[in-house]
């Protein structure tokens, strides 16, 4: 049996094609005054190069031997571009570091790092003998559920040696499970951390930024399938999806396509694997395994490879709660669980999305709102600011969305589903360039900017590094634009959305793929037709449109506060019917005084008190009118 060592997962979409449309390319070429690395060159000094055994998106992997102890060992050398910034080779030595202290036989044994002359980075890990789990299932199609339950133990030792030592994979599958034979059985290794994070790294250098999603489509948890912070419940639902792949042979979610994937992995539960095999009812524990590592909510999924190892074993587990896939997860005897406590708004929000609240944030922006508030009285910006509630508010609400919070340019909203959300986008700048071919004054140009990632509840507002990288992409919208990130773009399904890809943007030394919707030449720049959708909506209820935006206003008001916010949208009420009636008082008033001036004016010159009267009014009438904005803005957000 010839020897092998980490293989790349070339033929099943490996990291990088996440990252790119394009299949994982070729190693690429040594840069100016590296030497070129083949059979007979010698790595640093202290391993020779014999033969290619793999090669990928991430570097390539060399059978080598060490010049001094004659030992064969495995050597994978990043592409030069890989750990290119002092952030990613900080991270690099960090993980390496901690990789060659881990001591688990079901590990492969990281020997040696280093950084080649060149700037190139290498790890130098133990030489294998064996076969993947991968090509064992392309000879069996399934295997016995006595091996994979063995096999399954092997793996939760391996994972949870390495998760103590703060180690995640994120890149768990078939591939990247070896089978050793030793003494008549396999012993099964982990391979390649080679997109592996260490937790609570300092000094910035412990996180991948959200928004890239790492790892491989077919095995990602929820968490990495919406762009969120990884830990290593992560690796449990990939084990959860490994597993039931060795039992049936087949993938619980039918498709090849990597965005339908992520959606799945997202949103779909996991179906029992004894529905494809109905005799692994007669395996319970291996269906709880499946069940209590596939749920969405890592808060109820297992919360260590340790757990799920008492799964295995068949131990109590308490305080189990029934599993994504739909067997049993709930231990013989155990009383039922409470739900967890979610608080109103999350809970509002994400009826319809995962439980891991990957929800998808649209930011909008008023741009050049300085310069508009700078050459506008109080009362004329805040008309401004209610023209452009009106417009922008009827559109959430038939996207099902969600206003986190509004004040003075800023408009934060969220949403279960990104295509709604991109296509709200849509609908408001369509229906804002119309409005600004009507109107007569200054046009309101608005800036979109939208990104899925995995956001809390603080205070009723949404924070969390999904709502830093928004912030950070909106700054780079143009006036009038929608640009959105790479997660949105795998999660939406709406194919007639044409998206244009941009260079991605520098953020934290990691590169944040984008993507801006496209614009047409007509006068709807984005068709039109998503804005149709809104007006259809606003048919029957336009008349009662400022009380359904002010009420709106008060379930949205998860930032503002939901009393606060009543408080303010009643004295913007009462303000309003104050407003009114002084209005109509002032208005028969300067009625009954025409009449008066009407009946002097016959005779002789009314008296100078009718004109007094006259004028008071005319004045209150101005007043009126002017302090009218200010309430109605009021009714629909909070005023700075």
């Not at 909008?364 to 508010?393: P, W």
């Not at 939406?492 to 801006?516: D, F, K, Q």
């Amino acid at each position: 049996m010839k020897d092998k060592t980490l293989q790349l997962a070339l033929d099943e979409g490996a990291a990088p094609s996440l990252h790119g449309e394009a299949p994982a390319a070729p190693a690429a070429p040594p840069e100016a005054g590296a030497p070129r690395l083949g059979p007979g060159a010698v790595l640093d000094g202290r391993y020779r190069i014999q033969s290619l055994l793999g090669e990928g998106g991430m570097g390539t992997v060399w059978r080598a031997q060490h010049l001094r102890i004659g030992r064969p060992v495995a050597v994978k050398v990043l592409h030069p571009d890989v750990g290119r910034s002092p952030l990613e080779a900080e991270r690099f030595r960090r993980e390496a570091e901690i990789a060659v202290r881990l001591d688990s036989p079901h590990v492969v044994g990281v020997l040696d790092f280093g950084e080649a002359p060149g700037g190139s980075l290498y790890l130098v890990m133990e030489l294998l003998q064996g076969e993947s789990v991968r090509e064992r299932l392309k000879r069996t199609g399934r295997l016995p559920p006595e091996e994979v339950a063995e096999l399954l133990r092997q793996l939760m030792r391996g994972l949870d040696a390495a998760h103590r030592a703060g180690i995640v994979h994120r890149d768990l599958k078939p591939e990247n499970l070896w089978l050793v034979p030793e003494d008549g059985r396999d012993r099964l290794k982990i391979l390649d951390f080679g997109i592996a994070k260490v937790v609570d790294l300092p000094g910035g250098a412990e996180r991948t930024q959200a928004g890239l999603v790492m790892g491989t489509p077919q095995f990602l948890s929820p968490e990495q399938a919406v762009g969120a912070e990884v830990d290593q419940r992560a690796d449990l639902y990939s084990a959860g999806i490994v597993a039931y792949l060795l039992l049936t042979g087949r993938h619980p979610f039918s498709t090849f396509d990597a965005r339908s994937l992520l959606r799945a992995h997202a949103y779909d539960p996991v179906p029992s694997p004894a529905r494809e095999a109905p005799e692994l009812t007669g395996h319970p524990a291996l269906l709880r395994f499946v069940a209590r590592a596939t749920e969405k909510d890592r808060n109820l999924r297992a919360q260590s490879a340790a757990e799920l190892l008492d799964v295995l074993e068949g131990k109590p587990a308490p305080g189990a709660r029934t599993g994504g896939s739909g067997a049993p997860a709930v231990t013989p005897g155990a009383g039922p669980t409470e739900a967890p406590n979610r608080t109103g708004f999350l809970r509002t929000l994400s009826a319809t999305a995962p439980r891991a609240h990957g929800l998808t944030l649209l930011l909008a922006e008023i741009a050049d709102y300085a310069s508009l508030a700078a050459s506008r009285t109080r009362e004329e910006l805040a008309a401004l600011l209610t023209e452009h509630d009106h417009l922008v508010v009827p559109a959430l609400r038939t996207f099902r969305g969600r206003r986190v919070s509004s004040l003075d340019a800023a408009l934060v909203a969220a949403f279960p589903s990104p295509t709604d959300a991109v296509l709200c986008a849509m609908a408001i700048q369509d229906r804002l360039a119309a409005r600004n071919l009507r109107a007569d004054g200054d046009r309101i140009a608005v800036r979109i900017a939208l990104h899925l990632g995995e956001l809390r509840e603080e205070r009723g507002d949404l924070a969390g590094a999904a709502r830093e990288t928004a912030v950070a992409v909106l700054r780079e919208v143009p006036a009038g634009h929608v640009l959105l990130t790479r997660t949105v773009y795998l999660a939406m399904s709406r194919g007639e959305v044409r998206l244009e890809p941009l260079p991605p943007l520098e953020l934290a030394g990691e590169p944040l793929p984008l993507y801006r919707v496209e614009r047409t030449s007509g006068v709807a720049p984005y068709g039109g037709r998503e804005a149709a959708r809104v007006e259809d909506a606003l048919h029957l209820t336009r008349a009662l449109a400022p009380i359904a935006d002010g009420l709106s206003s008060i379930g949205d008001a998860a930032a503002e506060g939901r009393l606060r916010a009543t408080w303010r949208v009643l004295r913007a009420a009462a303000g309003l019917a104050g407003l009114l009636a002084l209005d109509l008082s002032a208005r028969l008033a300067l009625g009954v005084l025409g009449a008066l001036r009407l009946a002097f004016w016959r005779r002789r010159p009314p008296p100078i008190r009718i004109e007094r009267a006259v004028r008071r009014l005319d004045r209150t009438l101005e007043a009126v009118r002017l302090r009218r904005p200010v309430h109605r803005a009021a009714l629909i957000r909070p005023l700075s």
